[in-house]
């Protein structure tokens, strides 16, 4: 399974972003595929998940209220739009796919995406 990420910028605070993460191969029928960032110096973090055999999503405390993790199932495409962006969201975006069952560490995930950078600026 290969992973590709997209739709990084800068966008000014306040603003949006919808980011993509579109699989190639051999997909799960049932696992998970997360979004995770990183920012300079700090560890990778968890910000939203959704399994492609369901609509239920995930998210982290920081991200929920303003973030939306929605699939395609046709596109094999995940998408997040966050909102309301704020100057800690600035980091890499990198997008995952693996374990249904741990959705919110990184060692749950198999595959991994390049990323895509997001600097939100003030």
């Known amino acids: 399974v290969q992973l590709q990420a997209s739709g990084g910028g800068l966008v000014q605070t306040g603003g949006s972003l919808r980011l993509s993460c579109t699989a190639s191969?051999?997909?799960?029928?049932?696992?998970?595929v997360g979004w995770f960032r990183q920012a300079p110096e700090k560890e990778r973090e968890f910000v939203a998940a959704?399994?492609?055999?369901?609509?239920?999503?995930f998210y982290s405390d920081s991200m929920r209220g303003r973030a939306t993790i929605s699939r395609d199932n046709t596109k094999k495409t995940v998408y997040l739009h966050m909102t309301r962006l704020e100057a800690a969201d600035t980091g890499v975006y990198y997008c995952?796919?693996?374990?249904?069952?741990?959705?919110?560490?990184?060692?749950?995930?198999?595959?991994w995406g390049q990323g895509t950078l997001v600097t939100v600026s003030s």
């Open positions: 959704i399994r492609w055999n369901s609509n239920s999503p």
């Open positions: 995952a796919e693996g374990d249904p069952d741990i959705v919110v560490t990184p060692s749950g995930y198999i595959y």
């Open positions: 191969g051999h997909t799960a029928y049932d696992s998970a």
